[in-house]
């Protein structure tokens, strides 16, 4: 046996970490406190006669021991993980730069007649509920279609301008001059210096992973040290990941935990197969998000708990999309959202929360603290 690190991760609502440990003629698989109910049964590999020691469970050579790495796992009680979303929460990028978009696309595709002022632009949005193409049509529709415009091409147009509008806003973005939302420094401060894992989603940000990281950067680097940040490849790379795409478990487990870990997995296919039937039915519901996004974002909110090393249930996410709500209640995790200028009137009926902004009467780390949604 060599002394390699060996890790399996239990998609089910936690990460295992079992490392394996030589010491003179003992192995000893290693698991937090608060993980060990998840440890796979294993009865051909252990012997029978095993006994209890203390905080470790002793099987003979094989031990399953506390290792806690954080103050969670202390007191398992306090448990709690921030998940962020990027959009809307982060930043309030539709406030900030999508008006200004769609001026700057205008002036590319040659509409000088078209410029759309600040209340111009919220009464479009107020008319649309917020769709950016039904937006478009009720404004050329009040002011007049370019002549030289076929009426068959009217949808072709249309895709065009939301084209340049989306290249505009990520050049916005990307800039030094959009603001992050007030409070969230300190928010995320507050979180670190009370033990609170931060995960920043980007793995379904609506801009993409690259205009999200962008958003990210402007916390600075000290800020983005203490935080994880869980993209496309995370998710990939995550146990819960690997089952959704179908990567399976990783070729260099112990025999015997790999055909546990599979085990494991058959059930969470199972209950993948019964979310996705929930999603179907969902996604009728909802027209910001198909079955298919739906499913991302479930699997991204898996993985971004797996990598907070904390129960789904104990895990908050911070959304400002419905797609998000959405996610997070599909797999039970609680959610609370932050409005933003695109959802200032949107309904949320299956959020636990619905705030304004970080910092004093609105979301805290404090509030999150003492308001347990389980």
């Known amino acids: 046996l060599s002394a390699t690190m060996e890790t399996v991760s239990c998609p089910i609502l936690h990460t295992l970490r079992v490392s394996s440990i030589i010491n003179d003629n003992n192995k000893y698989y290693q698991v937090p406190r608060n993980q060990l109910h998840f440890l796979p049964s294993i009865p051909h590999t252990f012997p029978r006669n095993f006994s209890f020691r203390g905080k470790n469970v002793q099987f003979n050579r094989f031990t399953a021991s506390s290792s806690p790495s954080s103050p969670f796992d202390q007191d398992p009680s306090q448990e709690l993980a921030v998940l962020l979303e990027v959009e809307g929460v982060l930043m309030d990028v539709y406030r900030l730069g999508n008006r200004q978009g769609f001026n700057v696309a205008f002036r590319k595709l040659g509409l000088d007649c078209a410029n759309w002022t600040e209340p111009v632009y ?26 030289s415009l076929p009426t068959s091409e009217k949808q072709t147009f249309i895709k065009g301008v939301l084209r340049e509008k989306k290249n505009a806003l990520d050049d916005f973005v990307m800039s030094k001059n959009l603001p992050l939302r007030p409070g969230v420094e300190d928010f995320i401060d507050d979180a670190y210096k009370e033990g609170i894992p931060v995960v920043i989603l980007t793995a379904y940000s609506k801009s993409g992973d690259k205009i999200a990281r962008s958003i990210i950067e402007k916390l600075g680097n000290d800020r983005t040290s203490n935080i994880k940040i869980v993209g496309n490849e995370e998710v990939e790379q995550s146990f819960y990941g690997q089952l959704v795409l179908g990567k399976g478990v990783s070729s260099g487990l112990d025999e015997q935990l790999s055909k546990e870990a599979r085990k494991a997995a058959s059930a969470e296919k199972q209950r993948i197969a019964e979310e996705v039937a929930s999603m179907l039915k969902l996604s009728v519901e909802i027209n910001t998000s198909s079955t298919e996004s739906l499913q991302k974002i479930v699997t991204a909110l898996r993985a971004g708990a797996e990598y907070a090393e904390v129960s789904v249930y104990n895990c908050v996410l911070i959304a400002g999309s419905q797609s998000g709500v959405a996610g997070a209640e599909r797999i039970g995790m609680p959610c609370v959202v932050l409005r933003s200028s695109l959802t200032s009137r949107a309904e949320f009926p299956s959020a636990n929360a619905i705030m304004d902004g970080f910092g004093g009467a609105d979301l805290t780390i404090s509030k999150l603290r003492h308001k347990r949604w389980t």
């Open 122 to 147: 919220l009464d479009l949005v107020r008319k649309s509920a917020g769709d950016e193409e039904r937006m478009l049509i009720l404004y050329f529709n009040r002011i007049g279609w370019p002549t």
